[in-house]
């Protein structure tokens, strides 16, 4: 089969298309026939052996596939050859076949494409995750959303509106600002050209936001740790930025305010049932019409280099796809 390799720690320019053995399912795995895989930021971390998983090389990045079961261990239990699913393998979706432990599948929902399917798990899963669980955002609140054209940041829009919150989309252009209205934002700010802190200030009457949705990181944390209300609380989901923050402990003392890890890949593993109600609620969702997701660019296999590229450079709108066919 043919995959996209890491062969050694590095960037995406480092990666190539290749063929390799096809892989083999365990007796707890099911082997799927990828038709599509998200791109997703912990992609580019893997790749540079910077994440929290580490696999050894070489190996191929991809961890949210949907595709076709062509085959299963004999201790898979609730699905068939030929069902289609929708998959968390952590790495290896970047490649034609993928075996991934048959906890971590899904049913694919009837209507529901593979493209969509491949591109909802990480994103709407995160951020639904860090607004519902993590968070407890309550209707009427003022959700602050950092990096918010980007694809959790997106789908952070989209969920805190639908919940009921009053959303401020903080992003780098005016064109990812422009997307994020489209998505729902009340308010927003560039961040590149104006202070954070002031339009925080500014745009909540000097009352500041109950809760601020962080996948970026770096300068701009500071910034909007000031920006908070008593008792807010600050949502550490990502550092796109490239820069882990350090915080002056003063400021959540002075503010009253909670700050909260979101790691959801290790809540869907512990908390897996609380974690499989959240995504069939997504899923009621995506079927009603209430969230879409948005879709900036898919991919080949051959040109997934291109799109960890977008997403290491911020350049990404919304979310990529890799389409395997």
């Known amino acids: 089969m043919k995959a996209l390799l890491c062969t050694q720690f590095g960037l995406p320019e480092t990666m190539s298309v290749q063929e390799i053995a096809d892989p083999t399912s365990g007796p707890n795995q099911v082997l799927i026939a990828v038709e599509a895989c998200g791109v997703n930021f912990p992609d580019v971390l893997i790749i540079q052996n910077k994440y929290q998983f580490k696999p050894e090389l070489p190996f191929a990045p991809g961890g949210e596939v949907a595709g076709k079961i062509l085959a299963m261990g004999d201790k898979v239990q609730g699905f068939q050859v030929g069902q289609e699913v929708l998959a968390l393998c952590g790495w290896g979706g970047f490649a034609e076949k993928v075996a991934v432990d048959f906890d971590r599948v899904f049913p694919l929902p009837p209507g529901l494409s593979a493209e969509v399917a491949a591109?909802?798990?990480?994103?709407?899963?995160?951020?639904?995750?860090?607004?519902?669980?993590?968070?407890?955002?309550?209707?009427?609140?003022?959700?602050?959303?950092?990096?918010?054209?980007?694809?959790?940041?997106?789908?952070?829009?989209?969920?805190?509106?639908?919940?009921?919150?009053?959303?401020?989309?903080?992003?780098?252009?005016?064109?990812?600002?422009?997307?994020?209205?489209?998505?729902?934002?009340?308010?927003?700010?560039?961040?590149?050209?104006?202070?954070?802190?002031?339009?925080?200030?500014?745009?909540?009457?000097?009352?500041?936001v109950d809760v601020v949705y962080d996948p970026v990181g770096g300068r701009f944390t500071e910034s909007a740790l000031r920006g908070m209300a008593w008792k807010g609380r600050y949502l550490i989901v990502g550092f796109a930025d490239g820069e882990i923050p350090q915080i002056p402990m003063n400021l959540p003392l002075l503010k009253g305010c909670s700050i909260m890890g979101v790691f959801w890949g290790q809540f869907s593993k512990v908390e897996a049932k609380a974690s499989f109600q959240n995504i069939r609620q997504l899923v009621a969702w995506i079927q009603e019409g209430k969230i879409k997701q948005h879709i900036g660019r898919t991919y080949s296999l051959e040109e997934a280099p291109e799109a960890l590229r977008a997403i290491l450079d911020r350049k990404m709108l919304g979310k990529g796809v890799v389409v395997i066919r």
């Open 119 to 208: 591109t909802t798990l990480y994103t709407y899963g995160t951020s639904y995750y860090a607004l519902k669980d993590r968070s407890n955002l309550q209707p009427g609140e003022t959700l602050l959303v950092l990096g918010a054209a980007g694809g959790v940041g997106l789908a952070a829009v989209e969920l805190g509106k639908l919940m009921g919150a009053k959303v401020i989309a903080a992003a780098s252009s005016n064109e990812k600002l422009a997307l994020c209205r489209e998505k729902g934002a009340d308010l927003t700010i560039n961040y590149e050209s104006e202070d954070l802190k002031k339009q925080i200030k500014e745009l909540t009457d000097g009352n500041g």
